[in-house]
């Protein structure tokens, strides 16, 4: 695969660290978006860096760590992100979507004020939108260094497969996903789990060929087992819509190395072809005779409530299965939707659903305050100006990735785990929430802030070619 992008960052040698950050952070390169204060770099990136160890694990810890990193972050941005060769942080594209989010929940707010005086929320909430955002002091903390931002995908990764010792019950709780119980390692709740050892599972997968390159023997067969143990946790949990997910994931990563082999001499190209598919089938056969009776069992549970939506029969479905749920809650949350399709109720708009609606069970507006859906989410609190923020952010941030992918400054596979992450988010955000979760933050964080850091390198240094690294 390519490694174009290794190249371009051996030009920051630990000699060019400044003293007190290269005593404090050995590993850390210096800041190449941004000439901040060394002390701000260091504090910075410990903050990070403990936000992506502890962020899926604990609670007060990381919460402390990703306030102080953001607050930093966006200091270092404010103070020291103005035009350099041209090129502004300030004035990026994605700081002005981020402004946007803020119009947008301001309209929606001030329109549930005129519209719904007695349900709108007493004061301007701007958070559920902006930390989809975070990704921007993190990206200026890891200051365009791929080895910055291999050493804080790093920590995460190792941070959640400590999570099962951290915040779970350890080996115990591996035997009981494997006897076919429900396991989420003390995380919330199953299906966050799931998408996190599914996210790691597609990062390390966009790696691999990396990782089976010349010479890298034990890091082959150690980036193998941490997939297999990733991909493992995902069944485990028992998630369909993070399997189906997870398969159109695994699917985009396949597509984007079959596309990269083409580019290979024909001998060399037959024979990583030939090892990549032998290595995919045995993880797969291994996966299916070890957990294929969970996932038979989980996909048949619900086949009474798909057969009768197929029919037509939507009010024989129970609302006490999780299929039933969403159905439910989602024909009643596009009947709201409706009646303020452009700006919609207000922050607190998904609430308001649970709490007034007349055609939802006791059941399901005693038990659940979401719908399940992070778009149906989203067009009940801000409407379609909501939808277009998030479609312009996913659209910029891909679109740039790509951009700098074909100049040689993101790596294939770090582009190959931007793309099969979007998709694999898009497709889990129709069954779960995650968009207003605590998990779903920390993931766009982590890759959101990884590929943004590189995007504006790459713009860093076409401005300034001997600003590359």
């Known amino acids: 695969m390519s490694s174009t992008p290794d190249s371009l960052h051996t030009a920051d040698s630990a000699g060019s660290l400044p003293q007190f950050l290269r005593r404090g952070l050995p590993l850390w390169q210096s800041n190449a978006l941004v000439q901040s204060r060394s002390w701000l770099q260091l504090c910075a990136a410990v903050a990070l860096l403990i936000y992506a160890f502890f962020g899926i694990s604990l609670e007060t810890v990381p919460e402390k760590a990703a306030m102080l990193a953001n ?116 995380l ?95 993880i797969l056969a291994i996966g299916y005779l070890a957990l294929g009776d969970i996932v038979s069992q989980r996909l048949a549970a619900e086949h009474e409530a798909l057969q009768l939506l197929q029919q037509g029969q939507m009010e024989k479905i129970p609302d006490t299965t999780s299929a039933g749920v969403r159905l439910h809650t989602w024909r009643e949350a596009l009947n709201w939707i409706a009646e303020h399709p452009l700006v919609g109720w207000g922050g607190n708009g998904r609430s308001l659903i649970f709490d007034h609606s007349t055609n939802l069970s006791e059941s399901i507006k005693q038990n659940f305050g979401h719908l399940h859906n992070s778009y149906l989410d989203l067009l009940a609190n801000y409407g379609l100006l909501g939808l277009i923020v998030l479609v312009a952010l996913v659209y910029w941030l891909v679109s740039r990735c ?64 001997q600003d590359a690294g």
């Open 71 to 186: 607050l930093l972050g966006l200091v270092m941005l404010a103070v020291y992100g103005g035009p350099v060769n041209g090129f502004s942080l300030r004035r990026s594209a994605i700081v002005w979507l981020a402004v946007a989010a803020i119009v947008m929940a301001l309209i929606s707010w001030s329109a549930s004020w005129l519209m719904i005086p007695e349900w709108a929320e007493p004061s301007f909430k701007v958070h559920r939108v902006t930390i989809w955002f975070a990704m921007i002091p993190v990206a200026v903390i890891l200051g365009g260094r791929q080895r910055n931002v291999y050493l804080f995908w790093g920590c995460a990764l190792l941070g959640l497969l400590l999570t099962p010792w951290i915040s779970g019950s350890g080996v115990a709780e591996w035997q009981r996903g494997f006897a076919g119980e429900r396991i989420d390692f003390g």
């Open 188 to 282: 919330h709740n199953a299906q966050h789990a799931a998408m996190l050892f599914a996210t790691a599972a597609l990062g390390i997968s966009a790696f691999i060929p990396h990782f089976l390159g010349r010479g890298r023997r034990l890091l082959g067969l150690a980036s193998l087992v941490l997939l297999a143990v990733c991909i493992a946790a995902v069944v485990a949990t028992q998630t369909r819509g993070v399997w189906a997910g997870f398969i159109a994931g695994a699917l985009t990563v396949a597509a984007i190395w079959v596309m990269e082999l083409r580019k290979l001499y024909r001998r060399r190209r037959r024979s990583i072809f030939a090892g990549a598919i032998t290595i995919a089938a045995g």
């Open 402 to 465: 790509l951009r700098s992918y074909r100049a040689g400054y993101i790596s294939t596979g770090s582009f190959t785990f931007c793309l099969s992450f979007t998709v694999f988010f898009a497709v889990i955000n129709v069954f779960e929430s995650y968009l207003f979760y605590d998990s779903g933050h920390l993931v766009m964080a982590l890759v959101g802030g990884g590929i943004l850091t590189r995007i504006w390198m790459s713009r860093r240094a076409a401005a300034n070619p």
